[in-house]
């Protein structure tokens, strides 16, 4: 009985760090065009070295103007 525990702890160990990476985000597009197609908003001047970054959509809401 301890052998199926232990082949049970083994299997577990080994699927984990599969599971977490497969929950890993997206990485974000690095240019105009994928951004876009990601339906992001592109920043000409964004990003460390000012050439542009792709910036997340705004949040949308529900509230009704009135």
């Not at 599969?18 to 994928?34: H, R, V």
């Not at 970054?53 to 103007?65: G, I, N, Q, S, Y």
Request: charged fraction near 25%; aromatic fraction near 4%; hydrophobic fraction near 45%.
């Amino acid at each position: 009985m301890k052998v199926f525990t232990a082949a049970a702890l083994a299997l577990a160990c080994t699927l984990a760090p599969l599971a977490a990476m497969a929950q890993t985000a997206p990485a974000t597009p690095t240019n105009k065009a994928d951004c876009e197609k990601a339906k992001m908003k592109w920043d000409d001047k964004g990003g460390k070295d000012g050439k542009g970054a792709c910036l997340a959509a705004p949040a949308k809401t529900d509230a009704v103007k009135k």
